[in-house]
Each structure stands twice: as structure tokens, then as C-alpha cells.
């Protein structure tokens, strides 16, 4: 039995490094890191993913899983769901390092059956959710900035982007705000600025084409 940690880092200012060293932080241990790199976890099914294609050969019965959260297996609602599935009838344990999750195939109450499948539908669609809304912010920001090369863009913001994506992915899951402050290198007076106007915190990105 062994213990894999699966990572996908989608841009150039997302790690692995950050990934792992947040799970470690968390109390995991790791027998197996695995990762894909630059891959949209939208349009990318995790079986179609050079990495995710070896993880899918390498898990066995009585295999650990983690993960950051489940937008890491994907940002897909079908996907998402298939893939856990898929894993936790083959005697996968899935965990995830926010909120300590934890998923797996071995209740056979149909009550406790149901509110796992619930929650992995809910998760997963939270994770899909979240990227389309991304997606419609971008799209914008840069149309209000393209063109306009002249327009006063204000401060530049004080955050990158994975920093942003990061913490309203967080504020989205109802994570503190000191523990967003930890996993961002962001202040927390950065992170509620934010939660309170996460549209104009896209729009000042795409400004200044960050």
C-alpha cells in the first residue's frame, strides 16, 4: 500500500513545491509524487494527462491518494466525479489536504453511501463553477482594458495571479483567513480587499496584463 500525492500545476506562477510542501505542512507523507504541468484541468480530461494517465495505471486496492482539493483532479463536473469514482471502487482512499476530506469505497451503508456521493458532486461542481467564473472575469478585464493603452490603470495590484486564483478558490470553501494568509503569502488586509470586490481584483490583473 502506498501513498501518492497528485499535483497539477496549470500556470507558470503555480508550483509543485507550494503543492507539496502545503501537504506536508499538513501531516502527509509520500511514497510516490506525480504531477502535470501547464494542463487545464477544464478542457484536459485527467485520463488524457501524461501524468494522470500513469497514475491511473499505478493505483492499487488499499492506495492513498492526496491531493491539495479536488480542482486538482480537475475543473470538469463528468470528469471530476468519474475519476473519484472510478479510483474509490478500486479500493482507493482519496484525502484532501484543505479540510482533511477524506473519500473512500469501504461503507456499504447506502445512507453514508449517499452523503459521500453528494459531496464529491458538490465539490466537484464547486471546482467547475469557480473556473467558469475565472474565465467570464478575465475575459472582462481584458475587454475593458483592451485597446486603452492610455487608460490610467491604478496601483499595480499587489498580488500575482495563481495568488488570486489561489485565494478565491479558498474563500470559495470557506477557508479562514489566516490559514489563506499562510498558504498566499498575502496579508490579510490583501486577501479581504479580495473576498470584498474579487471583479475589480481581476480587472487591475488583467490591466496590468498579469
Known sequence: MSVFFYARVSTAEQTLEHQRIQAEKAGFAFDHVIADHGVSGVAVPMKDRPEGKRLFDM???????????????????????????EFINRGVIIRTVINSMTFDGSTADPMQMAIRDAMIGFMAASAQAQAEATKEAQKAGIAHAKGKEDLYRGRKP???????????????????????????????????????DVAGAEKSLALWRM
Open 59 to 85: 493505483l492499487r486496492k488499499g492506495d492513498t491518494l492526496v491531493v491539495r482539493w479536488v480542482d486538482r483532479l480537475g475543473r470538469n463536473y463528468a470528469d471530476v466525479t468519474n475519476t473519484i469514482r
Open 158 to 196: 499587489s498580488f500575482s495571479r495563481a495568488q488570486f486564483e489561489t485565494t478565491v478558490d479558498l474563500l470559495g470553501k470557506s477557508v479562514g483567513i489566516s490559514e489563506i494568509a499562510k498558504s498566499t503569502d498575502l496579508t490579510r488586509q490583501t486577501i479581504y480587499r479580495i473576498r470584498d
